[in-house]
């Protein structure tokens, strides 16, 4: 019979980012970078773009580095990345390419939030969260979505038609068998699961429900964006998205506790020692060591296995191949594989 991981011992909760480390983000950024350019391009053709997904992105993204870059400084949502990239290339005109954009971000020695204030006072766009803003999303929602669950979910009709959404091509990020065995592992062992991402709460539960893998998860305890941009509403505070604690907090808390006791600190402190965060970039980092809780890097996010070195200099308390480190005794595409590549003072090193 599979076990967990020894090094699981003291947590009762598992808390898991999706985007990289249960599902591939591979298709929110291939809307990001589709809603950047038809918001730059007018009178695109639909199909021309979607036949061409993979160079508009390469040249937006700059083959991807300055996705790196913002996911490595703690810009979490895909759509703070459509924001924050569209907007620099319209503060500096960038008519020579999008080098002249990464550049500039980079040279602004900026993390999120602190970024979106800067990037906010100088973007045609207008602030985070504001009209301009709203718009990018809703453009990056018709490109991923397509046409008809567009209007189903947002209930609004599609500025520019013909688009048959990015939704369908969803992967797991590893097996999906593999990740099926993980969580039941440590379903059946007792742990408490849940899960803290910036995707929307009906694009994180699709993916759940069609790999048969949501009910290892307490409902309780899935927070999405959607958790989150409620809460600011109710709040007045903003922003509480990663990199800020209250994703993860909310996740050990659970939906029914109150916001404003864990934005005022009105809660059990000890329950943080007893949880653990399982993220690939940086946001998720720095969430979960905001809100006092360990932390176990996958090296499946953007980065890939390049990544150990960062999470290394950010105190990442244990770093995995992939999130079949969790588990022991149980065969996976993983084994026989290197598995935990570092595990700091707690003294554990999962050999697969």
């Known amino acids: 019979m599979a076990k967990t991981a020894n090094f699981l011992n003291g947590y009762n909760t598992v808390l898991f980012d999706m985007d990289g480390v249960i599902t591939s983000e591979q298709r ?18 639909v199909d021309f773009a979607m036949e061409n ?30 924001y924050v990239i569209l907007s620099a290339a319209l503060i500096i005109g960038a008519k020579d390419g999008f080098e002249a954009v990464f550049k500039y971000l980079k040279n602004l020695n900026l993390t999120a939030p ?17 009209k301009g803003y709203h718009r990018l999303v809703l453009t990056f929602q018709e490109w991923y979505l397509g046409d008809e669950m567009f209007l189903e979910k947002w209930h609004e009709k599609p500025q ?15 097996p999906i068998d593999d990740i099926k065995n993980v969580l039941k592992t440590l379903f059946d062992h007792g742990i408490s699961l849940g899960i803290g991402t910036g995707r929307v709460d009906f694009e994180t539960k699709l993916p759940l429900g069609q790999w048969d893998i ?28 990663k990199p800020h604690e209250y994703t993860f907090l909310k996740g050990m808390l659970g939906k029914d506790f109150d916001d404003k006791k ?3 600190g009105f809660y059990d402190k000890t329950a943080t020692k007893k949880t653990l965060v399982i993220g690939d970039a940086g946001a998720d980092i720095f969430s979960a060591k905001a809100a006092g809780m360990d ?26 191949n992939d999130i079949t480190g969790l588990i022991e005794g149980i065969e996976t595409s993983n084994s026989g594989k290197d598995n935990c590549c570092n595990a700091f003072d707690k003294g554990v090193c999962r050999q697969a």
């Open 262 to 264: 864990i934005l005022g």
């Open 295 to 320: 932390f176990a890097a996958v090296l499946t996010g953007i980065s890939g296995r390049k990544a150990k070195d960062y999470f290394l200099a950010n105190g990442a308390d244990y770093i995995l």
């Open 160 to 174: 520019l038609k013909g688009k048959k959404g990015l939704l369908d091509c969803e992967q797991p990020v590893i």
């Open 53 to 82: 997904k993979d160079d508009i992105r390469k040249d937006i993204f700059c083959n991807d580095k300055t996705v790196h870059y913002l996911k490595n400084i703690g810009v979490n949502s895909n759509w703070d990345v459509a």
């Open 214 to 241: 949501s009910k290892y998860f307490d409902e309780n305890k899935i927070i999405t964006y959607t958790e989150v941009l409620k809460s600011e509403k109710e709040t007045g505070i903003s922003p509480l998205a």
């Open 114 to 130: 602190a970024l979106y204030d800067h990037i906010g006072k100088k973007s045609p766009l207008g602030k985070r969260g504001g």
């Open 28 to 45: 929110y950024w291939d809307a990001a970078a589709l809603a950047i350019y038809e918001h730059l391009n007018s009178n695109i053709d």
